[in-house]
């Protein structure tokens, strides 16, 4: 066999090869994006400064999701917060954690589609159309004051509260280990795959970052390999209204959220923008 040959072979199975790496990807893509994780992390969880409601809503197109609804002891209304989870989180932990997290505010985390004891398959467009129409509910609750809503964000999460931040009128917004987009972590992470042609589920965040108006807390982890910095330095370059950009010292991507040194900064940064005088300062002057 001549060498012309033997390269002819060698081109022709470095090209299936490649063609098969590519294929798998875009066929398990879901499985790459998403890790739905059904037990719980708390099996029986209640917030100790909040009354505690395990809910099922249904999302427009008629699918199950649950989670949990927590409201203050005290009379209303008040603040509330939207949260959204994780690649692999499940939310049950946020109901057992939030009278540190979001004290005095009522709090909805529910687990996205096929995590916990939500029906259904994950996506990027379920995710933010559902993120939305829970805005929507919470927003119509009577003893939730419709004004001052934050979305909150871990991770792939951060995705989600942007978009829906970008939809809906956020009074402040919370982004923990956040990102630029998926997609360019997946190109960063796959190079010479064209990622960008097979990647359905991007989460674009840099986008729609300079649309956003909401005061913005960034919060990074001190080791992150999952979200390098320079991807939270890509989105953070973008958004109008940063507030804070924080590393939290001896944090990784994985126990960030559970850390009371995390805790504390949300609770006082979102006690802070819920305040009168905060929320004075958002609203539009008068013409």
């Known amino acids: 066999m001549n060498n012309s040959k033997k390269m002819a072979i060698v081109a022709g199975v470095a090209g299936f090869l490649w063609a098969s790496v590519v294929s798998a ?47 203050p002891k005290e009379p209303g209304p008040h603040p509330a917060v939207l949260y959204f989870g994780g690649r692999s989180e499940e939310v049950s932990w946020v109901v057992r954690d939030a009278g540190t997290l979001f004290p005095g505010m009522t709090v909805l985390a529910m687990n996205y589609r096929g995590y916990g004891d939500s029906r259904g398959i994950p996506g990027e467009e379920h995710m933010v159309e559902d993120g939305c ?32 931040a970008k939809e809906r009128p956020a009074s402040a917004m919370v982004l ?31 986008k729609y970052a300079s649309l956003l108006k909401a005061p913005t807390y960034i919060l990074r982890a001190a080791r992150d390999d999952i979200v390098p910095h320079s991807h939270t330095d890509q989105l953070v370059s973008q958004l109008t209204s940063v507030r804070l950009d924080e590393t939290i010292p001896d944090s990784d991507h994985m126990d960030i959220p559970y850390l009371p040194e995390t805790q504390q900064r949300i609770a006082r940064f979102l006690t802070a923008q819920f305040a009168p005088a905060a929320l004075e300062e958002m609203a539009p002057s008068a013409a």
Do not use: C
């Open 176 to 206: 923990i280990t956040p990102y630029d987009s998926i997609l360019a972590i997946a190109q960063r992470r796959f190079r010479g795959v064209p990622v960008s042609f097979v990647l359905k589920h991007r989460f674009e965040s840099v």
């Open 25 to 71: 990807m875009a066929a398990g893509q879901r499985k790459l994006l998403f890790n739905p994780t059904l037990i719980r992390e708390v099996q029986s969880p209640r917030s100790s400064g909040h009354r505690t409601r395990a809910i099922v809503l249904r999302a427009h197109d008629g699918t199950r999701l649950a989670g949990w609804l927590m409201t």
């Open 133 to 164: 129409m829970l805005y929507d509910w919470l927003a119509s609750r009577r003893n939730v004051d419709a004004q001052r809503i934050a979305v909150v964000g871990r991770s792939l999460g951060s995705g989600v509260a942007v978009q829906v």
